[in-house]
Each structure stands twice: as C-alpha cells, then as structure tokens.
C-alpha cells in the first residue's frame, strides 16, 4: 500500500531518486512495527503485496489473488509436492507466503526473516491458526547478515522485500542469498523496479515520495539488480514483467485506502502517528507510479544458484 502526492517539487528540489534524508534500516524497522497491524486492512492473512489475477480468479476478490502470488512464487521455485525441502523467506512480513506453501507443499519447511519483532509475534499465531507451526521458524535478524550456515537452503524469495537493503543493485541481499542457498537451488525476486538511471523528474519525485513514505532507501535498478546476481554467482537470472498481473488488485487500492484512513483518522481523532499517516499517503503513490511505464515496472525476477561452493 502507497501514499499520495501532495505538491509538486519546486526546480531546486533534490535529485529525483535520492532522499532529502537517508532512509535507515532503523527507519524500516519503525515503520513496520508502527504499521503492523494496519495492513491486516488490506489483507486479513497478512499478504503485505500485490495479487496475481490469472483467469479463473475473480478480480473483485482480492484475497484469492493475494493467495495466487504466494503460489506462483512456489512455482518459479520448482517445489515438488511430496520432495522434502527447507526454504528461505527473506523479508518474510508476518511470513504469508511462507504459510500459504506450507499448506500446499506438505513435505516443505521454512525458515523467516525479519528484523521486527512484532511480526514475528503476527506470525506464530497465524502459523497455529493454519497448522503448519511446526514447519517453519520465524528468524528475527537482518536479511543480509542473517548468521544462518552457507549452502543449506533449497530455495528462496523475496516478495516485496528486497526493496529494503540499501543500493539500487542491492548487491548485499543478493551476496547473502548466493551464501545462503546450495548450488543449483533457485531464487524469487517479487518487486517494484526502477528501469532508468534517472527517471522523469515527476516520475522520479512520486518514487522518492512513495519510498520515504514507506521506509524504502530506494527501488532496485532492474538491469542493475540482474546484474549484481549474476557477479554473485547466480545463472539463467531472467526478468518478468507482471504489471498487468497485479493490475486487478492495485485497482483495489484507492477504494480501501479511503476507507481505511477515514476510519481511523476517525478512531484516532485525526492524530494518526507520522508512519501511520505516511503509510496511507505511500498506498496512493503506488497506482501513481504504475502509470510512468517508461521508468518504472513490477516483475519477477529468478535465478539459480551456480555449482561454484557457497561461500
């Protein structure tokens, strides 16, 4: 979810990419323990991301499409139904996607990461609630230190996550990935990308407006982000284009985003704390920035972790 611009930048404002203030992992870490709960308005599994309409699904149901890119990450992963597999979710939110491949996978386990406790807490509950507690461990750290050992994980992904590590080629998530997985397991990469070194100059201030709005240090260059996977050790690094993918559901933004932020500008007397505000202006910016094709796309990446020893 995304928030809104309020007023045009004057001429001297700053690069279009680059914010006023550096966004800190602390920032991050905030942010998403201010918001927690907030995003159980968007989806009461707690899919904190976009949905994936295929046909068949219905596109005023926003939960079932929600549903279908946790699924569509356990395909590009290649699971099997009956292969025992230990996967990674870096950035896991309160770990959705990781309960919705258990459910489906029955011999899968999983391993969380995040660094917000509260999340976690979401989590285990969830996790009880779906029966699938025994099957994973919710890991609070960072995504790209997360002391796990080298070379053990089947498979890993990152919805909507990777966003967050520092760098437009957000080269330490990829390193801590290709530590992390044995070789030829494969990697998910679900995000919002950047397809210009320098975006339009409106384009480039909506991205920055949605980015300190929701603690976000920058998007990934798509091309530099490939880029840095492949100086990591990863092949067959390929790019999918999803945007009319999750189109249905980012239809469902403006509607929910007014609802919600009325009534709770209503519970809270009209004094939401700042990230609580920032977060529902960032859930508008997001149709926004879909409309500037030229800079901006929402994809899949994958890849596969090459033969060379995990480090």
Known sequence: MTRLPLQLPSASAAAPTQAAHAITPRDTQTYFTEVAHDYRAWSPAYNMHFGYWRAGLNPLRREGMLDAMNLAVGEALGLQPDHAACVLDLGCGAGATARSLLRRWPALHAVTVTNVAVQNQIARELDAAAGVSERVVHLEADYTRTGLPAGQADGAWAVESACYAPGTDKRAFCREAARLLRPGARLVVLDGFLLRERPGRVAGWL?????????????????????????????????????????????????????????????????????????????????????????????MVTAVRGEDAAR
């Open 207 to 299: 991205h920055r407006l949605w980015a300190d709005c929701w603690a976000v240090p920058t998007l990934a260059r798509r091309d530099e982000l490939l880029a840095a996977l492949q100086a990591e050790g990863f092949t067959q690094v390929k790019f999918r284009s999803l945007r009319w993918r999750i189109a249905p559901s980012a239809l469902h933004v403006p509607f929910l985003a007014t609802r919600f932020a009325l009534a709770e500008l209503w519970k809270a007397r009209g004094r939401l704390p700042a990230w609580r505000r920032k977060h529902i202006i960032a859930s508008y910016c997001a149709l926004a920035l879909g409309m500037f094709w030229r800079d901006f796309d929402y994809g």
